[in-house]
């Protein structure tokens, strides 16, 4: 059964640093591209960072261009996202997402979804 655990939330101030993890259980998890999207309440849930399935390239999002890096450790089964800089409008629920293919920022292109985690910032 495919799983995918998010941790490393929490509340933070603004200007702080925090980092997500994301512990991965499929078999073949050096196959997949990994994303990270975000949620806020009343929002549509949006595209943050992606990693090809190698982890050579990356891709983010305009407003998290220079603040937020996306990693992956295969061997792990783990993707990271290192978030730094925190503004109070990164508050949301953070989630990572597995592709089997191309890192796509559509959240429709993600065949496996984690629960969310929590991040708060305040200003």
């Given at each position: 059964q495919v799983q995918l655990v998010e941790s490393g939330g929490g509340l933070v101030q603004a200007g702080g640093s925090l980092r997500l993890s994301c512990?991965?259980?499929i078999r073949t998890f050096g196959s997949y591209a990994m994303g990270w999207?975000?949620?806020?309440?009343?929002?549509?849930r949006e595209?943050?960072?992606?990693?090809?399935?190698s982890g050579g390239n990356t891709y983010y999002?305009?407003?998290m261009k220079?603040?937020?890096t996306i990693s992956r450790d295969n061997a792990e089964n783990t993707v990271y996202l290192q978030m730094n800089s925190l503004k109070p409008?990164?508050?949301a629920v953070y989630y990572c997402a597995a592709r089997n293919g191309a890192v796509a920022p559509i959240?429709?292109?993600y065949?496996?979804?984690?629960q969310g985690t929590q991040v708060t910032v305040s200003s």
């Open positions: 512990a991965v259980s999207f975000r949620q806020s309440p009343g929002k549509e595209f943050v960072a992606g990693i090809t399935w999002a305009d407003s220079g603040r937020f409008e990164d508050t959240r429709m292109a065949d496996y979804w984690g």
